[in-house]
């Protein structure tokens, strides 16, 4: 009988050990994994990082957005407070006085003086209201300057800047040639009481008082065309 060939037996230690090489390998990947399970949190951690830093870099993009708006929205609130105190300084700063029609008391344009009816009795008296912005104005002052300059011993003359600004009216009366005439303005919050108070709805209006200081006459409109000195006439000052 042939002998049959006995295989060698495994030694108990080198099959529980296996093969080196392999253990060292699949230890490092152990290793490896380890490393890379670290790497991912890191970049997680640091993605919600960056989202957090642009959510918050938004906020504030908006905050100021919403600051630019209040100073904004401030500014305008303040410029116009601004010009409605200078407007409102310009329509009331020393135009006091008294708007009755038969007892008026006017502040000067150009000077400190005070034109009241009452100084201008014992004469008639014509008050022609005018503004630097009217038009029909402008075209009746030669005429009533020319009249002042024919009959201003017989008649008193008294001009009224009335619905305009104290510069305004000076450079009206400055380029009409008028400046040196009795020049007075109207009172009140707009600069038009007096001519308010005659009934005045357009400009101009001339009023005529007779030599008591009654109210006689209020025309509306211009007088042009030698329309003044038929008033004059008519109404006996001249």
Known sequence: MANKKRRPKSRPGAQRSGNPARARQGA????????????????????????????????????????????????????????????SGVFSSSNKGTADTEAWDLPGLFTDQRFKLADFKGQPVVVNFYASWCTVCEAELPEFKSAVETYGDRVKFVFVDSQDTDSGGRRMARAEGIDGFDIAKDVGPRNSDLFRALGGRGMPITAFYDVDGNLVSVSSGGLLNGALVDALTQFGFI
Do not use: M, P, Y
Not at 50 to 79: C, P, T, Y
């Open 28 to 87: 490092k990947g152990g290793a490896d994994r380890s490393k890379g399970g670290g790497s991912g949190s890191e970049h997680v951690a640091a993605r919600a990082s960056r989202r957090e830093q642009r959510a918050r870099d938004r906020r504030r993009e908006e905050l100021k957005n919403k600051l630019s708006w209040v100073a904004l929205f401030g500014g305008i609130a303040l410029v116009i407070g601004i010009i409605v105190v200078s407007v």
